[in-house]
């Protein structure tokens, strides 16, 4: 079953980068969903429903391309910005698989992602940020301020179309696909038209790639590989085919070619692994890996870490992304946050 949704998803991703017969054929379905997310978008802008505000800033950070496009790197790389402009910045997130509907929880470092979901851990784990996750993000901005009052601003990760939050500043990320064929879902990998209002955008491109106009360039880096049976275990990541040692690299987000192309552009060769996003590791993929060494995400790491079949494998090293962008984004942030009083 797993496979069969693999392959059905490998094929549709295909169709989405160009406007061939199936997307053709998906074309109609595309029109739909487009008037659909348009009457939605229109029942707030009229003021039919309502967008609620919280008493701090609201920045939300989302993408219109289906799946991953590297908001998690974007989101830890933000809140450090924030804080070093002397702002205490607080996150709420949907929470990908986490358990709990419509109820809203506190992430904390110690959290389980299939709880909290991945990458909300990922976020508390890196940088200690507060963190509420709930499928109403109002609600979950509320119960983060009531438990954080020291909170000034709020960034709403993966939140774009979720109107019901009133937001000061949008930021939508893409990355080297571009928007695909340009339609919409299910003919496209568009959530909605690419030419949406937006106050930032944000490409995540691989190192030589020039940025499209009135885009910010951002790259991820990578340096060293940590392994997950002992974090206190690190190693240059350009080291880690040392010895002739057979590689493997297994990723099961968004995008999974982007860590592939990071992990190149450190001079490995190995073997690709792709799983589904948010792949939850209950079937364990690295039990007949013939590999000497497994590199996986940071996104990964908080599942297999919570996982004994695959904690204590000494083969699995965990691969550590910053994201570093280009020009004064973080300077322009700031100078929109101070334009906005708070409430």
Known sequence: MADSNRNAEAILTRAWQGRGPLACLLWPLSLLFGALAALRRALFALGFKRAERLPVPVIVVGNVFVGGTGKTPFSIWLIEAL???????????????????????????????????????????RTGVPLAIGRRRVAAGRALLAGHPEVDVVVSDDGLQ???????????????????????????PLREPASRRRDFSVSNLPAGS????????????????????????????????????????????????????????????????????????????????????????EKDAVKCRAIEAIQNDPRIWVVPVSARIDGALAEHIVEKLRERPTA
């Open 162 to 188: 979720h109107y019901a939050l009133a937001r000061d500043i949008e930021i939508v990320l893409s990355d080297a696909r571009g928007v695909g064929n340009g339609w919409l879902l299910p003919a496209g």
């Open 210 to 297: 020039a940025a499209p106009a009135g885009s910010y360039a951002m790259r991820l880096e990578a340096g060293e590989a940590v392994q997950l049976a002992s974090p206190s275990m690190r190693r240059p990541l350009a080291n880690m085919g040392e010895g002739g040692a057979r590689i493997a690299a297994v990723a099961g987000i968004g995008n999974p070619g982007r860590f592939f192309a990071t992990l190149r552009g450190a001079g490995l060769a190995f073997a690709e692994h792709p799983l589904p996003d948010h792949y939850d590791f209950s079937d364990n993929p690295f039990a007949g890996l013939q590999a000497d060494v497994i590199l996986v995400t």
């Open 83 to 125: 804080r070093a402009a002397g702002y205490t910045p607080g996150v709420v997130s949907r929470g990908y698989g986490a358990g709990g509907a419509e109820a809203v929880v506190q992430v904390h470092a110690g959290s389980a992602a299939a709880q909290v979901g991945d990458e909300p851990l990922l976020i508390v784990q």
